[in-house]
């Protein structure tokens, strides 16, 4: 399967012009993405209900007395519509591609993922007392998306996909090296919070351990 079909196999495939058809269809595909759907509602269950944001937002207070779970919850937390919008509208595409693509290893790299990102926020930005947002985990499945695209690109000797996704992976070193230089994040309308390139820094690292863990996985069935 080429660079391009794997990227295609992400999204559902209409067969029939029947609604009944499509309808089943949609409901098989969502049924493969159940952890990106899990926490998609989680996180507007969250911005829904305020005394659920502050039960899940990570408060570095809170987890020193206990709450471990928050290393994981505080990314589904959001300061605003604005920001819950564009954090989960990127992280719902990102999501279920690599769900789709890594269906087993998924659930065990999200989760690393998630502690990590919250981890060198906990030691790397003392001043920062709490923090919310799927930004950190976003810019990580966008390493993994790529990464994974890259390595099948090759593998199928594609040299416009590679070039291609080669190219977006350069896009995206740029950016996190403006954002490391400058102390700016770029493409955040940051109203009321202040977005932490440490995020995106350790959530790009830890995407790329994630794709470079699942080389060493038994190979996983595409799923259809």
Known sequence: MSASE????????????????????GSGWLRQIPVTLLVSAIALAAFAFPSLTAGL????????????WRLLSGHLTHFGGGHLFWDLLMFAVLSAACERQNPCFYPIGLTAMSVGI??????????????????????????????????????????????FWTAAGILLLA?????????????????GFTPLVESHLSGAALGA????????????????
């Open 175 to 191: 950016k996190l090296g403006y954002e490391f230089t400058t102390g700016e994040i770029l493409f955040v309308n940051a109203e």
């Open 6 to 25: 794997s990227l295609l196999a992400t999204l559902p495939k209409t067969n029939g012009t029947s609604i009944q058809s499509m309808c089943r269809l």
């Open 118 to 163: 919250s981890a060198t926020i906990l030691f790397l930005c003392q001043d920062v007392t709490t923090y919310r947002g799927l930004s950190g985990i976003d810019t990580g499945l966008f390493v993994w998306f790529l990464a994974n695209q890259i390595r099948q690109s090759v593998a199928d000797r594609d040299r416009t996909f590679t070039c």
């Open 209 to 224: 351990v994630a794709a470079t863990a699942t080389m060493f996985f038994p190979r996983e069935p595409e799923l259809k």
């Open 57 to 68: 937002q990570l408060d570095f207070a809170s987890v020193e007395s206990g709450q471990w």
